[in-house]
């Protein structure tokens, strides 16, 4: 479903990521663990089409994103067009992103109608909906500053679901959340790996990346240096800088 092959990005002279590979297959969740610093966030935004990689390709589907190819030769995508392949890939950040002055059932309408063009009344619906399934049926006309954090968390999973996107990707989405509601956002997480949804997801939750991946990554000063189904993974790492890593988050 998601391949990303030989990725490369450098901020002025600060290479970032340094030739990053793997494939997530449809309906499979992988996990990316790693230090501060790594190149987690930037590898999320790369693939969600926030940021262009200097070198290397994204392919969602058999489908290369971010270019065209005309005529033999690779052309980036205009604004208007990435817009359009950003919405099939949903993306949920460590600090929710809601707009505080539009309640959680416009803030879930918003990309519907202005991304998608959908009519007012079909886009209400279809946002209800979603907040329904996150659990959040009774708070559709709260303000984010009337929601709690875990609250406003599962509107940002909302948001990025109502546009029935291919993949999920998480940033870390319970690290900014006062621990009694990491569980919350963790339980509808779960469940839309279980409805088959594909995703990645950057976390520090081991207990989680254990039950839930199908892989886990080390990513380590810009590249992944060991990727294991999850009880390999945690039981018997390979590398060093795992096994270090392992320590400090268990
Ligand atoms: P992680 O999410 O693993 O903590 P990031 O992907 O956020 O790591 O950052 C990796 C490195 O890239 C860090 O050294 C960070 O300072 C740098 N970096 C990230 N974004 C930018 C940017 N827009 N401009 C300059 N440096 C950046
Ligand atoms: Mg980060």
Known sequence: ????TDLHKTYGRTEVLKGVDFTVERGEVKALL??????KSTILRLMALLERPDRGEILLGGRRL??????????????RELARQRTDIGMVFQKFNLFNHLDALHNVMLGLTQVRGVKRAEAKEQAAAMLARVGLAERARHFPSELSGGQQQRVAIARALVMNPSVMLFDEPTSALDPELVGEVLAVMEQLAADGMTMVVVTHETRFARRVANEVAMFDSGSIVEQAPPDEFFDHPRHERTRKFLEHVH
Do not use: D, F, I
Request: no cysteine.
């Open 66 to 79: 971010g270019v065209q190819a005309t005529g033999g030769r690779v052309v980036h995508l205009g604004e």
């Open 34 to 39: 790693g230090p501060s610093g790594s190149g």
């Open 1 to 4: 479903m998601l391949r990303v």
